[in-house]
C-alpha cells in the first residue's frame, strides 16, 4: 500500500546553512513521479540550494532527502549511480561547454555514461536534434549559436539519455518573451512525451504554471505554499497571491 503512494522524491524537515547563513529551515515537499513541479521563491531563497540537495551538490544539515523512499545518504554506490544516470539537469550557469561543438555537447553524456557505440550516439543525439529543430549544427561551437538556439543544445543534452527525472534551474535565463514560451513549450511538450519527472526552478511568472501540477514557494527558508495553478492564482494564500502579484507587475514592464 504505502508503495502505491510513496512520492519519487521527499524533503523531509530539511535544513541546510552556509556558515551564518540559514538558507533552509525545515523544508517539505513530496514530488510524485512523471509530475511537473515548479518551485518559485525570491531571489537567494534558496532555490538552487534546494535543487542541488536532489543531485548531491549540497547535503543537508538535518532532515532528510528521500528517492523513492530511500535516503539519498544511504544508496549504496550502485544505486547512487543509477539514480545519477537516470537523472539529468539544465541549469543556468552551466549550460554547455565552449569548447565542444553542439553534437558533442549533445553526446557526453552518452559518451560519459553508456557503452554506446559511436553510430548508436549519433543516432541518438541526431533524433533529439531532430525533435527540437537544431539539424545541421553539429559542428558549431556554443558562441556561434544565439540564445535560443544553446538551450535547445542544452535541453536536447538533457533529454538524450532519457531520464527519469530533469532538473530545471531557470532554464530560460536570458531569453526574451517570446524565445521564453518556446523553450517552455518544447519543455511541456517533452514532458508529456518521454513522461520524466520534472523539477523546475522559475521567476516566468505566471506562464511556467501552465507546465505544473504543483507549484511550491520556497519563502524564509520553508515551502509555505504547495497547490495547483488555479489555487495559487485563486489568490487565497496570502504570501503566495503577494509574491505573484509583485511578481505578475514586473513580468507585465518587462514585456512591454
Ligand atoms: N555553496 C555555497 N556557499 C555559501 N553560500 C551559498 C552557497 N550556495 C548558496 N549560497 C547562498 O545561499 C542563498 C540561497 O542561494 P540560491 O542560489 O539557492 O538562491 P535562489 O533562490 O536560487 O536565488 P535566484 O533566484 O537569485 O537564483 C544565497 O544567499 C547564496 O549566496
Redesign the pocket.
Known amino acids: 500500500m504505502r508503495a502505491m503512494t510513496q512520492p519519487f522524491i521527499e524533503f523531509k524537515n530539511v535544513y541546510k546553512r552556509?556558515?551564518n547563513?540559514e538558507?533552509l529551515k525545515g523544508v517539505n515537499l513530496s514530488i510524485d513521479k512523471g509530475t511537473v513541479t515548479v518551485v518559485i521563491?525570491?531571489?537567494?531563497?534558496?532555490?538552487?540550494?534546494?535543487l542541488?540537495h536532489i543531485v548531491g551538490l549540497?547535503k543537508e544539515d538535518e532532515g532528510d532527502v528521500l528517492i523513492q523512499g530511500k535516503s539519498l545518504n544511504r544508496l549504496s554506490s550502485k544505486q547512487a549511480r543509477q539514480f545519477k544516470k537516470n537523472m539529468s539537469y539544465m541549469f543556468q550557469d552551466n549550460a554547455l561547454f565552449d569548447f565542444l561543438t553542439a553534437f558533442e555537447n549533445i553526446a557526453l553524456p552518452l559518451t560519459e555514461t553508456t557503452r554506446m557505440t559511436v553510430e548508436q550516439i549519433r543516432k541518438k543525439v541526431h533524433d533529439r536534434m531532430a525533435r527540437l529543430s537544431i539539424e545541421g549544427i553539429d559542428h558549431k561551437y556554443p558562441s556561434e549559436l544565439s540564445g535560443g538556439m544553446r538551450k535547445r543544445v542544452a535541453l536536447a543534452r538533457a533529454l538524450v539519455t532519457d531520464p527519469e527525472l530533469i532538473l530545471f534551474?531557470?532554464p530560460t535565463t536570458g531569453l526574451d518573451p517570446i524565445r521564453k514560451n518556446d523553450v517552455h513549450h518544447l519543455i511541456r511538450e517533452f514532458q508529456k512525451q518521454f513522461g520524466f519527472t520534472a523539477v523546475i526552478?522559475s521567476?516566468d511568472i505566471p506562464d511556467i504554471f501552465d507546465l505544473a501540477q504543483q507549484i511550491a514557494l520556497?519563502d524564509e527558508g520553508k515551502i509555505v505554499f504547495k497547490g495547483t495553478r488555479q489555487e495559487i492564482m485563486a489568490c487565497e494564500h496570502e504570501t503566495a497571491c503577494a509574491f505573484i502579484r509583485g511578481r505578475e507587475m514586473l513580468y507585465d514592464r518587462s514585456k512591454t
Open positions: 552556509f556558515g547563513l538558507v521563491g525570491k531571489s537567494g531563497s534558496g532555490k538552487s540550494v534546494l542541488k549540497v534551474d531557470e526552478v521567476h520556497l
